[in-house]
């Protein structure tokens, strides 16, 4: 379960979008992810377009028009969402090289005071300092989706790494919002839930448990945690997972979370690059 890492360092990763091509609005805006490119020690970037329909209609530029921005910013992947119906669009991102690598929804339970949850049988309590290198060891091994761990090109250490640097900042620069929540003994946490509550929202933001246990600590860890955003004034609770992630999906649902907002992922990767298995392999 994935969803958006938490703001830090305000202005250090802020994120600067420009036309991709001046002169060509329709081909949208593009720019590099200074957090990611950070973790991953080389440039990626995000491409917005502008529309699913321009991007149809400028769709014999694009690829040249990425493969020029991206040598000129050494950018060696770029990634693009686009609504699941907008087929059009999907079919010009192919088209220039684009691969599709995740499907994702985003969940939301309207009400947490009319979901009538059930009680849980785990306590989720608040992270100590003694559980910061096991949550952070764990943040690095428990997770197979999400879409860097979905593109069969991107390496999956530097993948971990992501989710690893996520909760080490998120515990060494928590903002007012932040909230960590564990299962198991000081020090010995079995799994962690990171969510950002704002304006009576709980984001849900990262879950993981144990690869090497039962697995049966999940349930109960989102169960218990959402009684403890309840606590803290959230009236609603949201959540990004990937469409991939049937388990996820289920566990969601049966709380009372309804989806919406499918999206497809997808991601570019440059010719030559060092660190994609697309061309250092050459696959």
């Known amino acids: 379960m994935s969803g958006r890492p938490a703001a830090h360092a305000a ?3 802020d994120v600067a979008y420009a036309p991709l091509a001046p002169g060509v609005a329709g081909l949208g805006e ?3 992810l200074p957090w990611d490119s950070e973790i ?9 377009p502008r529309s699913a329909d321009d991007l149809s209609r400028e769709a014999p530029r694009l690829s040249q028009s990425i493969r020029d921005w991206a040598a000129e910013h050494a950018v060696e992947l770029v990634a693009c969402r686009l609504p699941a119906d907008a087929t059009q669009g999907s079919t010009a991102l192919a088209v220039s ?4 690598v995740e499907t994702q929804v985003r969940a939301m339970l309207t009400s947490l005071a009319a979901a009538r949850l059930p009680p849980g049988r785990l ?3 608040p992270v100590e300092p003694l559980d910061t ?4 060891r764990l943040a690095g091994s428990a997770f197979a989706f999400g879409r860097y761990h979905s593109d069969p090109l991107f390496p999956r250490s530097l993948a971990n790494r992501r989710f690893r640097v996520w909760m080490e900042r ?3 620069e928590p903002s007012e919002e932040t909230w960590i ?4 003994p000081p020090g010995r946490p079995d799994g962690f839930l990171h969510a950002e509550l704002a304006s009576e929202v709980a984001d849900v933001r990262l879950v993981a448990t144990d690869p090497d246990g039962s697995g049966l600590a999940g349930p109960d860890l989102l169960l218990g945690a959402l009684h403890a955003l309840a606590a803290r004034g959230a009236r609603r609770a949201t959540a990004q997972l990937a469409a991939a992630n049937s388990a996820a999906l289920n566990l969601y649902a049966s709380l009372g979370f309804r989806f919406h907002g499918a999206e497809f992922v997808f991601h570019w990767s440059a010719p030559g690059s060092r660190h994609l298995a697309s061309t250092r392999d050459g696959v």
Not at 133 to 136: D, F, G, L, M
């Open 181 to 184: 929540g564990v299962i198991g």
């Open 133 to 136: 290198e096991p949550v952070v």
């Open 30 to 32: 593009i720019a590099i």
């Open 11 to 13: 202005g250090r990763f």
């Open 123 to 125: 306590t989720v309590r």
């Open 170 to 172: 998120a515990l060494a």
């Open 97 to 100: 090289g684009f691969r599709l």
């Open 40 to 48: 991953f020690g080389f440039a990626v970037a995000d491409y917005r």
